[in-house]
Antibody
Framework: QVQLQESGPGLVKPSETLSLTCTVSGVSINSYYWNWIRQPPGKGLEWIGYIYDSGTSNYNPSLRSRVTISIDTSKKQLSLKLTSVTAADTAVYYC?????????????WGQGTLVSVSS | DIAMTQSPDSLAVSLGERATINCKSSQSVLYSYNNNNYLAWYQQKPGQPPKLLIYWASTRESGVPDRFRGSGSGTDFALTISSLQAEDVAVYYCQQYYSNPWTFGQGTKVEIK
């Protein structure tokens, strides 16, 4: 079955860079759009950005200046880097699959990983 | 950005009764060339990731019980749970995928009365 697993540090200091990895199993990483979505504690969902197997990426304008998403198809992994973090970046970070460019709903999600920004 | 507004923020419904959640988009998410509404619904239980329930505003994802029904078009949508079960206690989100950036509603919490 399709599984997505996020991993990375649970604590990041303010002004530093948040780095997470999502490992995909049970499905080809090719031909789908792979996304990062976050959810601050007790709050709603915010789409961060996506990457396609070709390396084409697109980011939410609200975060574009600080976000980089990359992909390693050989390892079936996608990665998220968010620079200059503040407490407002504290959230559960999810990776999720979107089926196609015209069907950008999220049909598979990882369990999420909580990242806290604190000194 | 397309803003998604859900109402109510929370509701309490008796077991077996109907629950209806509304979602309004700040602009139409109906694509006229294919007559599809680019609107999805998710269910999120505590400590779990969101689960896709409905896409294209009214198409149930495989395995989703038929008591979940999506309706609406243009800017006004609804998710109806026809007969609330205990396992339906969750927060429900709508999401538009009509235009980038994809955006979600703020969520509606459904509880048992």
């Amino acid at each position: 079955q399709v599984q997505l697993q996020e991993s990375g540090p649970g604590l990041v200091k303010p002004s530093e860079t948040l780095s997470l990895t999502c490992t995909v199993s049970g499905v080809s990483i090719n031909s789908y759009y792979w996304n990062w979505i976050r959810q601050p504690p007790g709050k709603g969902l915010e789409w961060i950005g996506y990457i396609y197997d070709s390396g084409t990426s697109n980011y939410n304008p609200s975060l574009r200046s600080r976000v980089t998403i990359s992909i390693d198809t050989s390892k079936k992994q996608l990665s998220l880097k968010l620079t200059s973090v503040t407490a407002a970046d504290t959230a559960v970070y999810y990776c999720a699959r979107a089926y196609s460019a015209s069907q950008f709903y999220f049909d598979y999600w990882g369990q999420g990983t909580l990242v806290s920004v604190s000194s | 950005d397309i803003a998604m507004t859900q109402s109510p923020d929370s509701l309490a419904v008796s077991l077996g009764e109907r629950a209806t959640i509304n979602c309004k988009s700040s602009q139409s998410v109906l694509y006229s060339y294919n007559n599809n509404n680019y609107l999805a619904w998710y269910q999120q239980k505590p400590g779990q990731p969101p689960k896709l329930l409905i896409y294209w505003a009214s198409t149930r994802e495989s395995g989703v019980p038929d008591r979940f029904r999506g309706s609406g078009s243009g800017t006004d949508f609804a998710l109806t749970i026809s007969s609330l079960q205990a396992e339906d206690v969750a927060v429900y989100y709508c999401q538009q995928y009509y235009s980038n950036p994809w955006t979600f509603g703020q969520g509606t919490k459904v509880e048992i009365k």
